[in-house]
Nanobody
Framework: QVQLVETGGGFVQPGGSLRLSCVAS????????MSWYRQVPANKRELVAM???????NYSDSVRGRFTISRDIAKGTMALQMNNLQPEDTAVYYC?????????????????WGQGTLVNVSS
């Protein structure tokens, strides 16, 4: 079983910073990409940043220049450094990974989600 666990959410004033972390565990053969998504109640979950295992990194327009994604492929960890946070960044942030697991002659490709961590930006 593959699990993702996020930590690092909390409350911060506008202009402040937070760092989110995500750790993958379980019988994982390969993680192809890891991403951060966020969701506000009643809205669709939106992509914030993505890091592929080939070094490709993408950011949404709303966070580019303020957020930085980093990843340790060997350790199966990922972080999101969020600077100059604004009230519109308030959301539940989710870690996401595209994974491959191998058991005997069976290969499974699984998209895995973490449980989410709340980021609340307010004065």
């Amino acid at each position: 079983q593959v699990q993702l666990v996020e930590t690092g959410g909390g409350f911060v004033q506008p202009g402040g910073s937070l760092r989110l972390s995500c750790v993958a565990s379980g019988s994982i053969s390969t993680i192809y990409s890891m991403s951060w998504y966020r969701q506000v109640p009643a809205n669709k979950r939106e992509l914030v940043a993505m890091s592929s295992n080939r070094g490709r990194i993408n950011y949404s327009d709303s966070v580019r220049g303020r957020f930085t994604i980093s990843r340790d492929i060997a350790k199966g960890t990922m972080a999101l450094q969020m600077n100059n946070l604004q009230p519109e960044d308030t959301a539940v942030y989710y870690c996401n990974a595209d994974t491959q697991t191998d058991s005997g002659q069976t290969t499974q490709y699984l998209e895995v989600w973490g449980q989410g961590t709340l980021v609340n930006v307010s004065s």
